[in-house]
């Protein structure tokens, strides 16, 4: 018997953990000192009312005959999947019913995809980035190369057609720059793809922060990305679903290749593996896109908005460079004074008692960065500003 060897090429993920480690040191050392939190990337406001009463409103269904729900379709329950088409089709996309599949949240479809491309395939991710991408591919074998998001490109590396990538991995708005493809932009990735044939895998998990029209809020609102990309999105930053867990993934009919439909291999990885959403969370997740829904879970997202003002117009006072901030939860900012990114966790931790996320963590190219996350509450966002500019105005 062997095991899985890849796992040996995994990098221990320190990121987290260390930033929980040197918190806990600082505050065993200062009880006295309050310690606020901009790092997390997790939400804290409550579901909607309109989610609850739905999630309720399903727990009832399941303790009477008549409507208690056992297995669900793979793909998802049509009322949800429905709702999700309704949406696209608000922002410009046409999607088919077969083309929407419903999941337990991004993550777990970004790792499971890749069950459906060869081990051999070139995979390319923008360097810095959210870990998952590198990680998944790494534990399947597979060679992962990097596209530089550097100062100099805002962070949104464009394609270069001297690399021959085979999967592309593109998250817009960006966790953890905070940066964002235009529409222009994203052309260029499409008609990259297309012309290497290659797949472009599209992140848009934060595509409820764009205002912006210029924005990309999907992939498939450009023309030709439906025969090269697939694209996952979620509940969990849209609608507080973080811990309820649902989100959806699009796989258009006409990704093919080679005599290979993706469509038709994802459903049927999906009805191998996977027994379907709870029917009480898709219930909940239906709700989201419900007048009342949408109206509420736009509150909550005005919210964590004004919290990134906050934090942007702080960085603007102190003449700190960053992305993000607008169309994005996150900020990413340039480390002032040539502070590397965990000298500046260090100094922010002793000198205001602000926890962030050093840039340094999310690949090389994030080093001498940080980032702040807008998901605290509005009282810690406020506290934490005010202490970041007393201490950088020193
Ligand atoms: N994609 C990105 C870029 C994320 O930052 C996150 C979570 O932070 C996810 C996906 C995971 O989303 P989900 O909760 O739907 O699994």
Redesign the pocket.
């Known amino acids: 018997m062997k095991f899985n060897y890849n796992f040996k090429n995994i990098k221990e993920s320190y990121l987290f953990a260390e930033v929980a480690n040197r918190t806990e040191t600082y505050r065993k050392a200062n009880p006295d000192k309050k310690i606020l939190k901009l790092g997390i990337?997790d939400v804290t406001l409550p579901l909607a009312p309109s989610v609850i009463e739905a999630l309720h409103g399903a727990v009832d269904d399941m303790s009477r005959q008549q409507t208690f729900k056992g297995y669900g379709p793979y793909e998802g329950y049509d009322f949800l999947r429905e709702s999700i088409r309704e949406y696209y089709r608000s922002n410009g996309v046409e999607l088919a019913m077969e083309e929407i599949f419903v999941s337990d949240?991004?993550?777990?479809d970004?790792g499971n995809i890749l069950d459906i491309f060869a081990k051999e395939n070139t995979v390319l991710v923008p360097d810095p980035v959210?870990p998952?991408y590198v990680d998944t591919n790494e534990m399947a074998g597979r060679k992962v190369i990097y596209a530089d998001a550097t100062d100099e490109n805002g962070f949104l590396p464009a394609p270069d057609y001297k690399i021959d990538a085979d999967v592309i991995y593109i998250?817009s708005p960006n966790?953890p720059t905070g940066a964002a493809y235009t529409k222009a932009q994203l052309k260029e990735w499409v008609d990259y793809a297309n012309a290497k044939g290659a797949v472009i895998l599209y992140?848009a998990?934060?595509e409820c922060f764009i205002t912006d029209e210029n924005l990309a809020r999907s992939v498939f609102q450009i023309d030709g990305a439906e025969t090269c990309a697939i694209e996952f999105c979620?509940f969990?930053k849209t609608a507080g679903f973080?811990g309820t867990r649902c989100?959806y993934t699009i796989v258009p009919k006409c990704l093919e290749h080679e005599g290979f439909n993706a469509n038709k291999m994802w459903l049927r990885r999906q009805a191998t593996k996977f027994n379907g959403v709870p029917y009480i969370v898709q219930k909940g997740a239906a709700a989201v896109f419900s007048e009342r829904g949408q109206s509420e879970i736009r509150k909550n997202l005005a919210y964590y908005k004004r919290n990134a003002e906050l934090i942007a117009n702080s960085m603007d006072t102190l003449g700190i460079r960053y992305t993000g901030g607008k169309n994005s939860p996150y900020i990413w900012l340039k480390c002032p004074d040539g502070f590397k990114s965990w000298e500046f966790f260090d100094y922010l931790l002793s000198g205001a008692q602000v926890v962030g996320t050093p840039g340094a963590g999310f690949g090389r190219n994030g080093e001498g960065f940080f980032r702040l996350t807008a998901f605290g509450s509005e009282e810690t966002t406020r506290e934490a500003v005010f202490r970041i500019e007393n201490l950088l105005k020193k």
């Open positions: 990337g949240g991004a993550k777990s970004l959210y998952v998250c966790n992140d998990a934060y979620s969990s973080t989100g």
